[in-house]
């Protein structure tokens, strides 16, 4: 019912809403040694992030870009004390509002994914970049990666990156985290008109390599303790063969 729901309004709203501009709040944050460090992780958050919610202003801290880059700062210490680890908070673009349809396009992702791909390839050549992204901040990943030379992409919570397959992504490697309890498993993954991001990266056709999440909720994947944030600290540091599997 609720997939029925949801493609009828979609439909309906095809013949009358423009999608206006957006007009937010930029916040790139780095936690720990950036000139020191041979990893870097850069965190890109998904809807309803602003410079009031970028380190605060939620119930749970680590669904914050910032709290959840101190979250996989803390976790990699734990597994290496001597990682030279820097997590970057990236709000670099115009997150959209969840209640909006902007959330259902890929306008705000798109800007996203050229600003994005610029930070990655100007301001952290010559390191190791790991991307982890989360819900629609996994669309403006989806259009950052190609010829930006990140190693790992790690899409978590995500409603689809705007491609059809993996192979599209260029040579990064793609991992892909869906908790048994995130309502994004119940939202449709399709394209109708601008609306929409493509099929299910979690689909075993797409060709992602999955990591475990055990049940996470939607909000959960940068908890403290969960086998989500270890393996996406893991995928950080370059520490594939560690992964434990979706």
């Given at each position: 019912m609720f997939r029925r729901t949801l493609v009828v309004a979609v439909a309906t709203a095809?013949?009358?809403?423009?999608?206006?501009?957006?007009?937010?709040?930029?916040?790139?944050?780095?936690?720990?040694?950036?000139?020191?460090?041979?990893?870097?992780?850069?965190?890109?958050?998904?809807?309803?992030?602003?410079?009031?919610?970028?380190?605060?202003?939620?119930?749970k801290r680590y669904n914050t870009p910032g709290g959840g880059a101190r979250a996989v700062l803390a976790e990699a210490r734990a597994l290496d004390p001597g990682a030279r680890l820097a997590v970057v908070a990236w709000l670099g673009y115009?997150?959209?509002?969840?209640?909006?349809?902007?959330?259902?396009?890929?306008?705000?992702?798109?800007?996203?994914?050229?600003?994005?791909?610029?930070?990655v390839t100007e301001a952290l050549g010559g390191k190791r970049v790991s991307l982890l992204c989360h819900?629609?901040?996994?669309?403006?990943c989806g259009g950052a990666v190609p010829a930006s030379g990140v190693a790992d992409t790690a899409v978590f919570g995500s409603p689809g990156l705007g491609v059809s397959s993996a192979a599209e992504l260029g040579g990064t490697r793609l991992w892909?985290?869906?908790g048994a309890l995130d309502w994004m498993r119940e939202v449709p993954k399709l394209w109708i008109g601008p609306f929409g991001f493509g099929p299910d990266p979690a689909a075993p056709a797409f060709g992602a390599r999955p990591f475990g999440t055990e049940a996470a909720?939607?909000?959960?994947?940068?908890?403290?303790?969960?086998?989500?944030?270890?393996?996406?600290?893991?995928?950080?540091?370059?520490?594939?063969?560690?992964?434990?599997?979706?």
């Amino acid at each position: 019912m609720f997939r029925r729901t949801l493609v009828v309004a979609v439909a309906t709203a095809l013949a009358y809403v423009t999608v206006p501009p957006p007009v937010g709040d930029r916040v790139v944050r780095v936690y720990g040694d950036l000139a020191a460090a041979e990893y870097v992780a850069v965190i890109v958050p998904g809807a309803d992030t602003t410079a009031a919610t970028f380190d605060g202003g939620r119930a749970k801290r680590y669904n914050t870009p910032g709290g959840g880059a101190r979250a996989v700062l803390a976790e990699a210490r734990a597994l290496d004390p001597g990682a030279r680890l820097a997590v970057v908070a990236w709000l670099g673009y115009d997150s959209p509002a969840m209640l909006s349809l902007r959330v259902m396009t890929g306008g705000a992702a798109e800007r996203g994914a050229v600003e994005l791909r610029r930070y990655v390839t100007e301001a952290l050549g010559g390191k190791r970049v790991s991307l982890l992204c989360h819900s629609y901040g996994s669309v403006v990943c989806g259009g950052a990666v190609p010829a930006s030379g990140v190693a790992d992409t790690a899409v978590f919570g995500s409603p689809g990156l705007g491609v059809s397959s993996a192979a599209e992504l260029g040579g990064t490697r793609l991992w892909v985290g869906s908790g048994a309890l995130d309502w994004m498993r119940e939202v449709p993954k399709l394209w109708i008109g601008p609306f929409g991001f493509g099929p299910d990266p979690a689909a075993p056709a797409f060709g992602a390599r999955p990591f475990g999440t055990e049940a996470a909720r939607h909000d959960d994947y940068l908890k403290p303790g969960s086998e989500s944030l270890r393996n996406l600290t893991l995928i950080a540091l370059g520490r594939s063969d560690e992964v434990s599997g979706g």
